[in-house]
Nanobody, 121 residues
Framework: QVQLVESGGGLVQAGGSLRLSCAASGSFFGITTMGWHRQAPGKQRELVAT???????NYADSVKGRFTLSRDNAKNTVYLRMNSLKPEDTAVYYCNAGVVASLTFRYLDVWGQGTLVTVSS
């Protein structure tokens, strides 16, 4: 069974910074793309950023230039550095990973439990 464990959320003032971490644990063959989505109150979940196992990144327009996603493949961990935070960044942030299962080599879409980021004005 694969789990994604997120950490780093919290309360920050507008203009401040936070770093989110997401580590994959359990038994699996490998991980492809990892990333973060977020869901603000009353809104649909949206993509924030993704990173392939080769390091290619993709960002939502709303976070480009402010957020940086990086990855440590040896630790099966991704880090989302969020700078110049705005009140509209307030949301529950969910880690997501494409995991290749051991033995069966099936592709699994795995989600974390979410971590709350609150940006005060």
């Amino acid at each position: 069974q694969v789990q994604l464990v997120e950490s780093g959320g919290g309360l920050v003032q507008a203009g401040g910074s936070l770093r989110l971490s997401c580590a994959a644990s359990g038994s699996f063959f490998g991980i492809t793309t990892m990333g973060w989505h977020r869901q603000a109150p009353g809104k649909q979940r949206e993509l924030v950023a993704t990173i392939t196992n080769g390091g290619t990144t993709n960002y939502a327009d709303s976070v480009k230039g402010r957020f940086t996603l990086s990855r440590d493949n040896a630790k099966n961990t991704v880090y989302l550095r969020m700078n110049s935070l705005k009140p509209e960044d307030t949301a529950v942030y969910y880690c997501n990973a494409g995991v290749v299962a051991s033995l069966t080599f099936r592709y699994l879409d795995v989600w974390g439990q979410g971590t709350l980021v609150t940006v005060s004005s």
